[in-house]
Nanobody, 120 residues
Framework: QVQLVESGGGLVQPGGSLRLSCAAS????????MSWYRQAPGKERELVAS????????NYADSQKGRFTISRDNAKRTVYLQMNSLKPEDTAVYYC?????????????WGQGTQVTGSS
């Protein structure tokens, strides 16, 4: 059974930091591209950051560059999102995503999300 379990969300003051974690099980984690997405109230879900299966390459949305850092530990089957200098506009539900493209099929899994609230 595939599971992605996010944790680490909460209420944070502007300028504060949070570290989100996503623990994976039920699929070959080390082969998957891992990403964090977020969805603010009334808005579409958007990509925050991605990291390749071996952790050597990362990609960030422009608004997060320099503030957020994605990382992974394949031995622990966990992906992280370190968020610094948080702003009220970072308030959203943050989702963990795992994706793998095989020859004939794409595998795409989502977690349930964790709430991050930046107080103003």
């Amino acid at each position: 059974q595939v599971q992605l379990v996010e944790s680490g969300g909460g209420l944070v003051q502007p300028g504060g930091s949070l570290r989100l974690s996503c623990a994976a099980s039920g699929f070959p984690f080390s082969r998957y591209l891992m990403s964090w997405y977020r969805q603010a109230p009334g808005k579409e879900r958007e990509l925050v950051a991605s990291i390749t299966s071996n952790g050597e390459s990362t990609n960030y949305a422009d608004s997060q560059k320099g503030r957020f850092t994605i990382s992974r530990d394949n031995a622990k089957r966990t992906v992280y999102l370190q968020m610094n200098s948080l702003k009220p506009e970072d308030t959203a539900v943050y989702y963990c995503n795992a994706r793998f493209r095989a020859v004939l099929k794409e595998y795409d899994y989502w977690g349930q999300g964790t709430q991050v609230t930046g107080s103003s």
